[in-house]
């Protein structure tokens, strides 16, 4: 017998990455950490590995007065906060349009809070076929579908017509048609769209709408951003949401648990980019109305802490100091293991930021079973085998893409 309402019947969570990530910490706690490579959560470890907290944050968190800690917020998120994440979000790329923000709890309560708001029940969402699993689970739970198209063509670059052809097609039976693109540094593969696909995406975008019938919505989930190469560089792609028709509104998910290193405490910000007063004032307010309808408000000290340090040059000096050293350690890491797979034909997605690399495979589960004989826990996905560099010390990287290919030469892969 089932009590479940009928659209309720039968969801249970199955998250590889945290099952396999449990199963690596108990191989941990039996063999040593130090035998043990575990390249699983998507969250910075030193090359002791040890969870990285930015001193900065850490200091600035632990020392806010005692009200901070516990008072409510403003459902809509700290003014000082909105603000703060305009700033860093999109730093001096920020679009000359109307921007509105909404706290959400993480870059995951963005696409929530659009999937909700921007499309109807029954209706599809579009993005890519290498994408993070929560999004079809969000889609889901909505009552929605979540259809894809093939990121990479046959040179391993942006597929832009396989897109284009899947939102036309969805635009003859939809008004709305949603569009998330995780970029720069996209989950699982690292990979970014550069400049000209954006023009691209853009220009089909206005072309669609200039029917009159439909209606764009671009969800760009920048969870990577501060991974993904030099800060202005990766934000430069901003700009070109300026001057864009009113029926296009562009809304990036930015998070601090990657930036900022407050993986738990779960705040980010939607920032709403469009042309028309009208829309934004409509962006905000359905968006905090659903926020009061889900998790009321978020978390206070995290939202306070973050303004802090934007607000202050000094700490945001500090801050710059130390998220450009950790970024520079990842991307080490995974020029480690592009190198080193390249030298030997271990196949590899695009890498261009991020935390993660990921090795196509069509028996991913048997190839990381087989890697766990050796305690080396990486994530099987869709197609591929995701590493997180983010969580790997050099010293266990080097050498681990002999590993793989060796597995999955032992389970007939190569």
């Not at 309402?5 to 199963?23: H, L, P, Y």
């Not at 035998?35 to 090359?47: R, Y």
């Not at 699982?188 to 000209?196: A, N, Q, V």
Request: net charge negative.
């Amino acid at each position: 017998m089932s009590m479940a309402a009928k659209q309720a019947r039968g969801k249970k969570a199955n998250d590889a990455i945290f099952a396999t990530n449990s199963r690596a910490q108990e191989a941990a706690r039996t063999y040593g950490k130090e035998n043990v490579l575990i390249g699983t959560v998507g969250s910075i470890l030193d090359e002791n590995g040890d969870i990285v907290f930015l001193k900065v944050v850490e200091d600035e968190f632990r020392n806010l007065p005692r009200n901070e800690y516990i008072a409510y917020a403003p459902i809509e998120g700290l003014p000082e906060f909105i603000e703060a994440c305009k700033q860093e979000c999109f730093s001096e790329s920020r679009p000359n349009a109307y921007i509105e923000g909404i706290a959400t709890t993480g870059g995951t309560g963005g696409i929530h809070h659009l999937v909700h708001n921007y499309t109807e029940i029954g209706d599809k969402v579009i993005t890519a076929d290498w994408h993070w699993g929560a999004y079809k689970q969000i889609c889901a739970d909505n009552g929605r579908e979540l259809v894809t198209y093939p990121l990479f063509d046959e040179a391993f670059e942006f597929n832009f017509p396989a897109l284009e052809a899947l939102t036309l097609e969805l635009a003859k039976i939809q008004e709305n048609v949603l569009i998330i693109i995780n970029t720069p540094g996209n989950n699982p593969t690292g990979f970014s769209l550069c400049e000209s696909d954006w023009d691209k995406v853009l220009d089909m975008s206005k072309n669609l709408v200039a029917n009159g019938k439909n209606k764009v919505i671009i969800g760009i989930d920048v969870a990577y951003i501060d991974f993904s190469g030099e800060k202005e560089e990766v934000r430069r792609f901003f700009k070109k949401f300026e001057n864009l028709p009113k029926e296009i509104l562009g809304v990036a998910c930015y998070s601090i648990s990657k930036g900022f290193t407050m993986y738990g405490q779960r705040v980010g910000c939607m920032l709403g980019i469009t042309s028309d007063a009208e829309v934004a004032q409509e962006f905000f307010d359905i968006n905090q109305m659903t926020s009061r309808g889900t998790w009321s408000n978020i978390n206070r000290p995290a939202m306070r802490t973050m303004a802090n340090i934007v607000h202050d040059p000094e700490k945001m000096k500090q801050y710059e100091e130390e998220i450009l050293g950790y970024s520079k350690l990842v991307e080490e890491r995974a020029a480690i293991l592009e190198e080193e797979g390249k030298a030997i034909g271990l196949p590899m997605l695009p890498y261009m930021g991020g935390f993660f690399v990921t090795i196509p495979s069509d028996a991913p589960a048997e190839v990381t079973e087989e890697l766990m004989k050796e305690h080396v826990y990486l994530i099987p996905v869709s197609r591929g085998i995701r590493v997180a560099v983010c969580s790997v010390p050099k010293r266990q990287i080097t050498g681990l893409a002999q590993r793989i290919y060796d597995a999955m030469k032992r389970v007939g892969q190569l």
